[in-house]
């Protein structure tokens, strides 16, 4: 499958799960799947909501710092990488 990274993780809070994304290039849309990619960080998930200052968004933009839930722990400078 193609892909095409889309940004870092620069932040993990633990107990909501959730991932604090830099988008870097392209977009994320909600009902996309990312991969998640580190020294010791490895899964694929579906976007199911996006959020930016605890506002929900549709999609997001180069230049965005947003919030995704996630089913595991990532670490900070961790890659996402869109699968298209």
């Given at each position: 499958m193609p892909e095409e990274e889309i940004g870092?993780?620069?932040k993990f809070f633990a107990k909501p799960m959730v991932a604090a994304i830099e988008?870097?290039?392209?977009s994320i849309r909600v009902g996309d799947?990312?991969?998640f990619?580190?020294?010791?960080t490895?899964?694929?998930t579906e976007v199911s909501s996006?959020?930016?200052?605890h506002q929900s968004l549709?999609?997001?933009?180069p230049g965005q710092k947003i919030g995704l839930k996630v089913p595991d722990r990532v670490r900070e400078g961790d890659r996402?990488?869109?699968?298209?």
């Open positions: 870092r993780v620069i988008v870097t290039a392209g799947t990312l991969r990619v580190g020294h010791t490895e899964f694929e996006i959020q930016e200052e549709e999609e997001a933009h996402v990488v869109k699968l298209t």
